[in-house]
């Protein structure tokens, strides 16, 4: 089991993610892309729910044309990716 990771290091992979879709033509495929990217590099699934969590709300807002505000989403225990 990976270790939790500090929230300074989910604020970073967050705000990195938000980068990363709102440059995509598919930013829902690229959140997946970025999710799995995590996984691979060692991040415990809990960590990543996390990361996910945050950025759906985000990618909400861009998709309706409206300006991410930072800090607005709340990291949550519920899970975007599939139980192993």
Not at 7 to 18: T, Y
């Amino acid at each position: 089991m990976a270790n939790a990771k500090p929230k300074l290091s989910i604020h970073a992979a967050v705000m990195d993610c938000v980068s990363r879709c709102s440059e995509s033509d598919s930013p829902y495929v690229c959140l997946g892309d970025f999710l799995d990217e995590l996984i691979q590099i060692g991040w415990g699934r809990e960590d990543v729910n996390s990361v996910g969590a945050a950025v759906l709300p985000m990618l909400g807002e861009l998709k309706n044309g409206d300006t991410v505000r930072i800090g607005t989403a709340k990291p949550s225990v519920s899970s975007p990716l599939p139980a192993d």
